[in-house]
């Protein structure tokens, strides 16, 4: 059984930082390139990082360079994003996907978990 479960949400100030968490299950992580979205209310879904594999270059979408940071571990089969630097701007429900290397219409996506930006 396939999941894909995001933790690490919250309120935080402006300036903040926080860290997610993406745990994958029931499918061969290391074969999957694993992203975070986010989505913020009246918004299209948006890309904020993709990281194919370990070792392989990042992926930032242009508004979080240089603040968030992707990575992974395939021995825990988990994904994190680092969020330095917070703005009300970054508050969205953000998404983890996994997404098969070798067939990119396999995917996966997670829950969500709600990050909150304010003061």
């Known amino acids: 059984q396939v999941q894909v479960v995001e933790s690490g949400g919250g309120l935080v100030q402006p300036g903040g930082s926080l860290r997610l968490s993406c745990a994958a299950s029931g499918f061969t992580f290391s074969s999957y390139a694993m992203s975070w979205y986010r989505q913020a209310p009246g918004k299209e879904r948006e890309l904020v990082a993709t990281?194919?594999?370990?070792?392989?270059?990042?992926n930032y979408g242009d508004s979080v360079k240089g603040r968030f940071t992707i990575s992974r571990d395939n021995a825990k089969n988990t994904v994190y994003l680092q969020m330095n630097s917070l703005k009300p701007e970054d508050t969205a429900v953000y998404y983890c996907?996994?997404?098969?290397?070798?067939?990119?219409?396999?995917?996966?996506w997670g829950q969500g978990t709600q990050v909150t930006v304010s003061s």
């Open positions: 990281l194919t594999s370990v070792g392989d270059i990042p």
């Open positions: 996907n996994a997404r098969y290397i070798f067939r990119p219409t396999i995917n996966f």
